[in-house]
């Protein structure tokens, strides 16, 4: 039957009868076109007014269903919401609706981060610009705007979320920053605290200058950066013979460290020499540092590279040195006696001779490695050179006050001339061997983007390898408790694991404090006299209490007087830090799935970016398994980050973003949501216009399968189904793919494989629906009489085949599913309630797919040799052919037996040969077991069905039609009065 049948007509004989209205053409009045951006705002309405989210876990309540609880990741409340958190709201929607749909209680409340730096700075620049200060705003104003600034992006971001047709919990969201979360949070670093893994303790951390703060790692990313390199000479004051009069060559890319060092470190593994220069080299543009005759001490490994650096043209070998025991004078001692102390050589297994010298340079106030092997050695005492604004505290001779950051103006963010002040005294103390220049990884901060630096500071920590005497723990360490939780816990995929061990594995204790204003406080005492916080139940009840009545501001307004309770405030320190924003996301499980009706604890699922490894999946982890003892969740899904179409990253500069509102102002939201299915979201994934378009023409492939079905299904009722012993073979083949793809997107949703619903689904629809299905049956669905067997078990099939793509595809494409249900079945209730209908396994017939799959590959043969036809204008449609098919593989042969080959061809007439077929019939090289004879079809063409045969007419009634449609139009005019055709 041609596609276009609804153009048919009865003849071009004049006075011939009109039969289309004869022929039960598809009717429906589900559009072709969708318009999206239309449409999805009214399917949002009518979710709304029923309460859609809530009417589902009543059902599925009602119904005993098991609980599932999906705990989301705040996202942070500071702008309209990105193609990012379009993809990853998604990704949760279709958590939250497929389990629903796979018959599942699902609880979800959204929620947002809302403390941190970011809101900060706004408010900061908002004061700027109406020529304040922020020190001149009371912490309590300022609070206020943070407070106010973030509720503002919730409203905002909630309504994009909820445009995308993601449901929740919206009424009950929760938020970090309300009174009631800024108690759990801390509570739950009471917790901490009365544990006993909390310390104070003075070390070099990430420092910020530009945001003024400490950084956790989670908070640390790196950038190719250009860094000066110098090569600078420790004089020996202590050593062996050979080593004396000559100097120990260090090489750093942070030369505003050297006013901090106090050690070097060596390794006892590694071979060191006295090296003298020879000579230089010559026709130089400038006069090098070395002369001949200088002692350097290096690795030996390293000489030629060292030398190579100071343009030292021959050189030798004195004797090897044994650095133990070494002390070395400050290269700066010569200019300024505040750097006349011993420097100490210190053996450390950081040190390497892969690169530099095979020594490196020590400031235990700068450095992890450098603070931990001073340790080591017995040293306590930590200098302090750079202040929390990035520059040289005053009393740092020779530079005080110069910048090693600058952190206002347009410069902020860049280095300052510290590094190029103390490279001039180095030169001109005699000390510096050689410069360059270095691009390589440097830290910045995450938020900023701005560089960061080793500092020395005193902070609050959480121990991460202390025994915990605890029932949780069993003496267990914090470490090995999260690491026992991560084997125990499922991941999506399973690479996530190894991630986010291996970050566990090697981090440092937890750093939670933070020199900031907007956040959740460190809200505890801390005794003066002996530096150790008050262990006193009765004293943190008090401040949870006032928190919860007042939100975290309190803590800053009362006095300590107001919480203390007997305790003297004189003796007591109030600890004004604030706790990191990540502990305070770290600690959402304890405000939003413990204490409330209807959810449980831990959650089955949390799902983020893959940067949420070192973010949000770590610090819940460490935060539950220090309060709990496991994680606060069983499974771990991650996706990638989302590129442009060229694989590179998003940015505004360069004007390769894709707006999300553009997006659906244009194409609506389930473009989107097609997309976010269709990808692997598992890796990085990749949008842009063309790839939009792709996903736009395979939404449209979706849609005019749902509509053909509709219109194909009209009037249907249960009074003409078939039963399964009654259906024609195709039937129980499509029958048979509809009970396999059940188990395949059943699967694919329980395992969060998105991919693997859409994919098969378009492919069906394609291949064995449109291209199959409905092909083959169009003519008897057109022109079959309403009780013939065929047309009424072609439309049972398509009605159960409509009764599950509507559900199966309902989570991924919630506005085309829901607008198609309700066009035919207008009051049976929301589609997106509805639960996977139950797929009979008798419904299974191998045997069938394997019949059809022979049949299909002989039907390729077919479809080539009529191509070539058509293309030599012999024919026009395929309803003009009576191909003759030579078969010479009995099991191809066997496979045709019950069908009819010329409506399996879509041809008029077909006939099936045994044998190999004449030498000049058409032959595919796949399929070399099949010849085509494209013969023309005999006969005269059916006005009403257009098939060619060459009983038209033999019904005298109805001359100008084949006996089939002769029977038919001879039923529909006895049903509408009419006399017939003479």
Same mark, same amino acid.
């Given at each position: ?18 039969? #289309? ?37 009543k ?37 939250v ?36 200060r ?7 104003e ?5 407070r ?13 979320f ?36 909390l ?5 070099p ?10 950084l ?40 505003w ?10 390794n ?106 001073w ?13 929390p ?64 630096i ?15 005497d ?100 004189? #003796? ?25 009706e ?17 973010g ?29 179409e060229?694989?590179?990253?998003m ?32 890796d990085?994934?990749?949008i842009?216009?063309?790839?939009l ?40 083949f ?25 994919r ?7 291949e064995?629906?449109?291209a ?19 047309? #009424? ?50 419904w ?14 002989v039907t ?9 036809? #058509? ?10 052919a009576?191909?003759?098919v ?34 000049g019939?058409?032959?595919?090289a796949?399929?070399s077991?099949v ?18 045969l060459?009983?038209?007419g ?29």
């Open positions: 039957m041609a596609d276009d049948a609804d153009k048919r007509t009865a003849s071009t004989e004049p006075g011939a009868r009109d039969y #289309r209205e004869t022929v039960f053409l598809p009717q429906t009045d589900f559009p072709m076109r969708a318009g999206l951006p239309q449409k999805e705002p009214q399917i949002l309405a009518k979710w709304d007014e029923i309460g859609l989210y809530q009417a589902a876990r059902a599925r309540q009602a119904a005993g269903a098991p609980l599932f609880v999906l705990h989301d990741g705040p996202p942070y409340a500071n702008g309209a919401i990105h193609i990012g958190h379009a993809l990853q709201k998604t990704l949760k929607d279709f958590v609706r497929s389990r629903f749909a796979l018959g599942y209680d699902v609880d979800y409340v959204p929620g947002w981060d809302c403390h941190g730096l970011p809101i900060e700075w706004k408010i900061e620049e908002e004061l700027r610009s109406q020529g304040r922020k020190d001149e705003v009371s912490k309590a300022f609070r206020e705007k943070c106010a600034y973030a509720a503002h992006w919730i409203e905002v971001q909630k309504e994009g909820k445009r995308l047709g993601v449901i929740g919990d919206w009424e009950n969201r929760y938020a970090t920053m309300d009174y009631g979360s800024e108690a759990a949070i801390v509570a739950e670093f009471h917790k901490f605290v009365m544990s006993g893994q310390y104070r303790g003075s070390k951390v990430m420092w910020s200058p530009v945001e003024r703060t400490a956790a790692d989670a908070e640390v990313e790196y950038h190719d950066h250009v860094s000066p390199t110098i090569w600078v000479k420790f004089p020996v004051a202590q050593g062996s013979d050979a080593a004396r009069n000559a100097s120990v060559v260090i090489w750093t890319t942070t030369p460290t050297i006013p901090a060092n106090r050690a070097i470190a060596y006892e593994a590694v071979a060191y020499s006295v090296f003298q220069v020879e000579a230089m080299e010559e026709g130089l543009e400038f006069e090098p540092w070395a002369k001949p005759g200088d002692r350097l001490i290096v690795a030996d490994k390293l000489a030629e590279d060292v030398f190579k650096a100071a343009k030292v043209a021959r050189w030798r070998r004195i004797e090897a040195v044994d650095c133990r025991g070494m002390v070395c004078e400050h290269p700066l001692a010569a200019l300024d006696t505040h750097y006349a102390f011993s420097v100490p050589l210190l053996a450390g297994e950081h040190v390497t001779d892969d690169a530099g010298t095979g020594f490196v340079h020590t400031a235990p106030g700068h450095g992890a490695d450098d603070y931990l092997v340790l080591a050695h017995g040293h306590r005492e930590i200098p302090e050179t750079v202040d604004d990035g520059a040289y505290y005053p009393n740092v001779a020779l530079f005080g006050g110069l910048k090693v950051l600058e952190t206002e103006g347009k410069k902020a963010g860049k280095f300052g001339p510290a590094n190029n002040a103390v490279i001039e005294k180095l030169i001109e103390a005699g000390a510096l061997l050689a410069r360059g220049r270095l691009e390589h990884s440097y830290p910045h901060s995450w938020r900023s983007k701005a560089p960061v080793f500092r020395n500071t005193p902070q609050w920590f959480i121990r991460m390898d202390q025994p915990l605890t029932p949780q723990h069993g003496g267990r360490t914090l470490r090995e408790t999260a690491l026992e939780a991560i084997e125990a816990t499922a991941f999506y995929p399973e690479a996530g694991r190894n991630r986010i061990r291996t970050m566990v594995e090697s981090r440092p204790d937890w750093l939670i404090s933070r020199q900031r204003a907007w956040g959740a406080p460190l809200a505890m005492f801390v005794d003066k006299e002996t530096g150790q916080p008050l262990h006193d139940e009765e004293v943190n009840a008090r401040i949870i209490a006032a928190i919860a009545a007042e939100g975290a501001d309190a803590w800053f307004t009362r006095p300590a007087a107001d919480f203390l309770g007997a305790h003297d405030p004189e #003796r007591y320190e109030k600890v004004e830090d604030i706790l990191d924003v990540w502990f305070d996301s770290g600690s959402t499980h304890a405000f939003t799935l413990e204490g409330r209807n959810t449980r604890w831990p959650a089955d699922l949390y799902l983020e970016g893959s940067d949420q490894h070192r949000w999946f770590q610090s819940s982890l460490l935060e539950s398994s220090g309060t709990r003892g496991r994680a606060p969740y069983n499974g771990v899904l991650t996706h990638g980050f989302t590129m442009d060229n694989g590179e990253k940015s505004k500069s360069k004007g390769n973003t894709v707006d999300p509102h553009q997006v659906i102002k244009e194409s609506g939201a389930e473009i989107i949501r097609l997309w976010a299915a269709m990808v692997d979201y598992s990085d994934q990749r842009g216009k063309t790839i378009a792709t996903t736009a023409d395979a939404y449209r492939k979706l849609r005019n399968t749902l509509r053909y079905m509709l219109g194909a299904l009209a009037g249907y009722s249960e009074a003409e189904a078939v039963a399964l012993d009654q259906m024609p073979p195709l039937e129980r499509i029958l048979h793919r509809l009970q396999e793809l059940d188990l395949e997107v059943r699967a694919a949703y329980e395992t969060y494989a998105f991919q693997d619903v859409i098969p689904l378009i492919a069906f629809c394609q064995e629906l449109s199959l299905f409905f092909d083959v049956r169009r003519d008897a669905l057109y022109c079959d009489m309403p009780s013939a067997l065929r047309r #009424r078990a072609a439309r049972t099939v398509m009605d159960l085949v409509f009764e599950r793509l509507t559900v199966w595809l309902a989570p991924l494409m919630p506005f085309t599913t829901e607008e198609a249900w309700a066009t035919r079945f207008p009051d049976a209730g929301p589609n997106a309630l509805r639960v996977f209908p139950q797929t009979p396994a008798e299974r017939n191998e045997a069938e797919a394997a019949r059809w799959a022979k049949v299909q590959a390729a043969v077919v479809t080539g040799a009529l191509e070539v036809e #058509r293309r030599e204008k012999r024919i026009g449609a395929a309803l003009e009576a191909p003759v030579h078969i010479a593989d009995p099991e191809l042969m066997a496979a045709f037996e019950g069908l009819d080959p010329a409506e399996v061809f879509r041809t008029s007439q077909a006939s099936l040969v045994a044998g190999e077929g004449p030498a019939a058409f032959r595919l796949e399929q077991k010849a085509v004879e494209p013969r023309k079809a005999e006969g005269r063409k059916c006005a009403r069905s257009w098939r060619v060459p009983e038209v033999e019904d005298p009634r109805y001359p100008d039609l084949s006996l089939r449609d002769a029977e038919a139009v001879a039923a529909w005019d006895a049903a509408h009065g009419e006399a017939g055709a003479a």
